[in-house]
């Protein structure tokens, strides 16, 4: 099996910040900043599951 070294500056990704409820104007809009916000969740979730595959202690 074969490991690949993990860089130094591979820092763990931030999740996004959750909009205050001020943000969205509840008019509607396309897209709304919590539209906005689930996008980037989900492309946080997919970095971290990248980023916890490269930090994964080798199975012995």
Do not use: F
């Not at 996004?16 to 809009?29: T, Y």
């Not at 916000?37 to 971290?48: C, I």
């Amino acid at each position: 099996m074969s490991t690949k070294p993990v860089p130094d500056d591979d820092p763990q990704p931030v999740p996004p910040e959750r909009p205050a409820p001020e943000e969205c104007c509840n008019s509607g809009c396309i897209p709304c900043v919590y539209d906005l916000y689930d996008e980037a969740m989900d492309r946080y979730r997919e970095a971290l599951k990248a980023w916890r595959a490269r930090h994964e202690a080798p199975k012995t």
